[in-house]
């Protein structure tokens, strides 16, 4: 599918006189359209939630935009909890799905009535020796180990992440957790990431519901609600097939018949907690051209770099380039796109066919809007962009500033050395 920036080049040249690139820029209508589909994917399901895995986007601004249909928030730390109480969040709409715990959050997990999701059947103990009595309900967290498949293809490897309980555990947990005094237990999986077929949830529901009904036949707990977590991908690269979210949800709801509809289990709701399905594409990173450099290769140097956007320098992961104003011209020449990092991997696209580029030409980078400007850093001293909302009038405001030079030393704890600094 080709894909084409939602903004224009003229658009762009508008926003630069108030906000000067780099920036993310997200597209709130959308955004929401997106959030919408997704709803009525799931509402067969009366108890449907999404908890939005906010480490793909924690900024306030969004999570409103998002809370208008009724999503909650999946938190992995304590400052995640924190945003998502400020975000008036009830408890019943956060669920903590951490790792490797700190006694701390659990207190405060179950301070502000977050769901815990265990991630291992020790943490069990664990929690209750810092929280006291554990909450009625609480979740599990299951990893089958091997490889994840679907119709022989391997999607990913469970058996090789640190995450969940195994099979026995997962029984040997529940009867501890009815010893414990919980009440309810719902299941949990994230067995891979990013797939783009609109087979990974039906097939993960499948496994996931047969789970389901012989822990409640064999340990008595009621499992009020299957959590079928993130790994809905999206198409980074214009020769994939996005993944139909409604397709997707007429399909979990067959599953859910076929499984639940003879066991009795037809009250169980599903929750998801998608990230970069909700938000990814609705960013680009706008940056400028700031020089060509002709040597071994051709570099086109922007002033954004890859700590604005680590996936490709991470995982060599492919982000769509869009030359802004030149979308209709043929791609005849090949560039690496690059950022001002003192490391070579700091690419954004490698050997790329695009127009030709000029200096003070605005490039998009596609499909930012998830683990984008979250997994930022100030590596090499770079001070993380601003992120603007292009709002549905066609407005735009900023919803979080850039760093300046002093939101970059102000930890230091030497104030003498604080003050001899030139912040101008
Ligand atoms: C990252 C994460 C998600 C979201 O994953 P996406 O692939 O972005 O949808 C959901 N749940 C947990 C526990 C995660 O760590």
Same mark, same amino acid.
């Given at each position: 599918?080709?894909?084409?920036?939602?903004?224009?080049?003229?658009? /762009?040249?508008?926003?630069?006189?108030?906000?000067?690139? !780099?920036?993310?820029?997200?597209?709130?209508?959308?955004?929401?359209?997106?959030? *919408? &589909?997704?709803?009525?994917?799931?509402?067969?399901?009366?108890?449907?939630? *999404?908890?939005?895995?906010?480490?793909?986007?924690?900024?306030?601004?969004?999570?409103?935009?998002?809370?208008?249909?009724?999503?909650?928030?999946?938190?992995?730390?304590?400052?995640?909890?924190?945003?998502?109480?400020?975000?008036?969040?009830?408890?019943?709409?956060?669920?903590?799905?951490?790792?490797?715990?700190?006694? =701390?959050?659990?207190?405060?997990?179950?301070?502000?009535?977050?769901?815990?999701?265990?991630?291992?059947? $020790?943490?069990?103990?664990?929690?209750?020796?810092?929280? @006291?009595?554990?909450?009625?309900?609480?979740s599990v967290r299951y990893n089958p180990g091997g490889s994840f498949t679907i119709n022989t293809a391997i999607m990913d490897n469970p058996g090789e992440a640190k995450y969940g309980f195994t099979t026995?555990?997962?029984?040997?947990?529940?009867?501890?957790?009815? *010893?414990?005094? +919980?009440?309810?237990?719902?299941?949990?999986?994230?067995?891979?990431?990013?797939?783009?077929?609109?087979?990974?949830?039906?097939?993960?529901?499948?496994?996931?519901?047969?789970?389901?009904?012989?822990? &409640?036949?064999?340990?008595?707990?009621?499992?009020?609600?299957?959590? #079928?977590?993130?790994? +809905?991908? /999206?198409? %980074?690269?214009?020769?994939?097939?996005?993944?139909?979210?409604?397709?997707?949800?007429?399909?979990?709801? *067959?599953?859910?018949?076929?499984i639940f509809g003879p066991a009795g289990m037809t009250n169980v709701a599903i929750y998801t907690e998608m990230g970069r399905f909700v938000t990814g594409p609705y960013d680009l990173l706008i940056g400028?051209? #700031?020089?060509?450099?002709?040597?071994?290769?051709?570099?086109?140097?922007?002033?954004?770099?890859?700590?604005?956007?680590? &996936? !490709?320098?991470?995982?060599?992961?492919?982000?769509?380039?869009? +030359?802004?104003?030149?979308?209709?011209? !043929?791609?005849?020449?090949? %560039?690496?796109?690059?950022? $001002?990092?003192?490391? =070579?991997?700091?690419?954004?696209?490698?050997?790329?066919?695009?127009?030709?580029?000029?200096?003070?030409?605005?490039?998009?980078?596609?499909?930012? @809007?998830?683990?984008?400007?979250?997994?930022?850093?100030?590596?090499?001293?770079?001070?993380?962009?601003?992120?603007? #909302?292009?709002?549905?009038?066609?407005?735009?405001?900023?919803? &979080?500033?850039?760093?300046?030079?002093?939101?970059?030393?102000?930890?230091?704890?030497?104030?003498?050395?604080?003050?001899?600094?030139?912040?101008?």
């Amino acid at each position: 599918m080709e894909k084409r920036p939602f903004v224009t080049k003229e658009q /762009i040249e508008e926003i630069v006189k108030t906000y000067p690139t !780099p920036f993310h820029l997200y597209d709130e209508k959308r955004l929401r359209e997106n959030c *919408e &589909r997704i709803k009525r994917a799931f509402a067969w399901n009366p108890g449907y939630r *999404e908890f939005f895995a906010v480490k793909a986007c924690p900024n306030p601004s969004i999570m409103a935009i998002l809370k208008d249909y009724g999503f909650g928030c999946d938190c992995a730390s304590r400052a995640e909890l924190t945003f998502a109480k400020a975000m008036d969040l009830p408890g019943d709409k956060i669920m903590f799905t951490s790792n490797v715990t700190p006694a =701390s959050e659990f207190q405060y997990a179950a301070k502000i009535g977050a769901i815990i999701n265990f991630d291992d059947i $020790s943490h069990i103990d664990f929690c209750e020796k810092a929280i @006291g009595k554990l909450p009625e309900t609480v979740s599990v967290r299951y990893n089958p180990g091997g490889s994840f498949t679907i119709n022989t293809a391997i999607m990913d490897n469970p058996g090789e992440a640190k995450y969940g309980f195994t099979t026995e555990q997962m029984f040997e947990g529940m009867r501890l957790l009815k *010893e414990k005094g +919980v009440k309810h237990c719902g299941i949990h999986a994230f067995l891979a990431s990013n797939t783009v077929t609109n087979d990974y949830y039906p097939t993960l529901a499948g496994e996931l519901f047969e789970l389901a009904v012989k822990l &409640r036949d064999e340990t008595g707990m009621d499992i009020p609600f299957v959590n #079928l977590s993130g790994g +809905v991908g /999206i198409a %980074y690269r214009p020769d994939q097939t996005p993944n139909d979210i409604e397709i997707i949800g007429a399909k979990v709801h *067959e599953v859910y018949d076929r499984i639940f509809g003879p066991a009795g289990m037809t009250n169980v709701a599903i929750y998801t907690e998608m990230g970069r399905f909700v938000t990814g594409p609705y960013d680009l990173l706008i940056g400028q051209v #700031l020089h060509i450099k002709h040597t071994h290769k051709e570099f086109v140097g922007l002033d954004a770099c890859c700590v604005d956007l680590m &996936r !490709p320098a991470m995982y060599g992961a492919y982000h769509h380039v869009t +030359v802004l104003g030149k979308e209709d011209e !043929p791609c005849d020449h090949k %560039y690496d796109i690059t950022g $001002s990092l003192c490391e =070579s991997n700091d690419r954004f696209a490698i050997d790329r066919m695009l127009p030709g580029i000029e200096v003070g030409d605005y490039i998009a980078i596609h499909d930012a @809007g998830a683990h984008g400007h979250s997994m930022g850093s100030n590596y090499n001293g770079k001070l993380r962009h601003a992120e603007l #909302l292009l709002k549905e009038d066609g407005s735009v405001v900023q919803i &979080r500033r850039a760093e300046t030079l002093a939101d970059y030393f102000k930890t230091l704890d030497d104030t003498e050395f604080y003050k001899k600094l030139d912040l101008e």
